[in-house]
């Protein structure tokens, strides 16, 4: 493995990423990548890890593709969120049912699938190498705990707003922008910093097995339910992103 000294990982990954948190929480200043082009370079990716196995096949493992194509479905929901607040500000009407649907996907398909590979599968495989000296990845799993914890604000904000209607308005598009803001900044610092650093740290052998764990837990949680979610954030998106 590559070595960096505690300094170096403090400078290059912590102060970076609280810096990033506090733009990301003055601005939205994020922007889509192509979902298509990151799920296709995803597949593409393990069907040539699976070739390699076989022995026909010789290229790097890129265990990261697969996580940064469950970012990119992730913003499509966020942007939906983005756009329910702005219809609810400007006195619109937005069903409890899309908003139902909405805490659906951020808690099955971003915390538990999501996240809890990171946390399982990545997150550990990292804690093995300088970057867990540097506090990167306490660091990160903090920020997965505070997104829980925003996740019940909101579950309970969508509650209010079920019964006492335009009145809870303030506080549901209060707490689903600090949610929405929280999550984006988390997935730039993993997209811009961690996620390189995957690649970079780990040894081939240790990327293969990280694929095969996050490709193990995603046949687990079932293919059919992630295409579902995937669906779903699809659809979030074209109803309500602005
Ligand atoms: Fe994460
Ligand atoms: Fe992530």
């Known amino acids: 493995m590559n070595q960096l000294t505690n300094a170096q990982i403090h400078h290059v990954i912590v102060l970076p990423w609280q810096e990033a948190s506090s733009v990301?929480?003055?601005?939205?200043?994020?922007?889509?990548?192509?979902?298509?082009?990151?799920?296709?370079?995803?597949?593409?990716?393990?069907?040539?890890?699976n070739d390699r196995q076989k022995g026909s096949c010789e290229m790097t493992p890129r265990p990261t593709h697969i996580l940064r194509h469950e970012h990119r479905v992730i913003e499509q929901a966020m942007r939906a969120l983005e756009g329910m607040c702005l219809k609810l500000r400007t006195g619109d009407n937005v069903p409890v049912e899309s908003l139902v649907q909405m805490l659906d996907f951020i808690r099955n398909f971003a915390d538990r699938f999501h996240h809890t590979r990171e946390e399982d599968y990545l997150f550990p495989a990292l804690e093995l190498t300088d970057l867990a000296e540097g506090g990167a990845i306490v660091f990160l799993r903090e920020e997965h705990q505070l997104e829980r914890e925003l996740l019940?604000?909101?579950?309970?904000?969508?509650?209010?707003?079920?019964?006492?209607?335009?009145?809870?308005?303030?506080?549901?598009?209060?707490?689903?922008?600090?949610?929405?803001?929280?999550?984006?900044?988390?997935?730039?610092?993993?997209?811009?910093?961690?996620?390189?650093?995957?690649?970079?740290?780990?040894?081939?052998?240790?990327?293969?097995?990280?694929?095969?764990n996050l490709s193990t837990e995603s046949e687990a949680f079932g293919q059919t339910l992630i295409q579902k979610y995937e669906r779903l954030a699809a659809e979030l998106e074209n109803d309500w992103a602005f």
């Open 152 to 212: 019940a604000e909101l579950d309970m904000a969508i509650q209010e707003y079920r019964f006492a209607g335009a009145d809870a308005v303030p506080r549901l598009t209060g707490v689903a922008d600090q949610f929405c803001k929280h999550l984006i900044g988390h997935m730039q610092k993993e997209d811009s910093l961690l996620f390189r650093l995957t690649e970079e740290m780990l040894e081939d052998a240790e990327k293969i097995a990280l694929m095969h």
């Open 24 to 49: 990301a929480s003055s601005a939205n200043n994020w922007t889509a990548i192509p979902t298509q082009a990151i799920a296709s370079a995803a597949t593409s990716n393990v069907s040539a890890w």
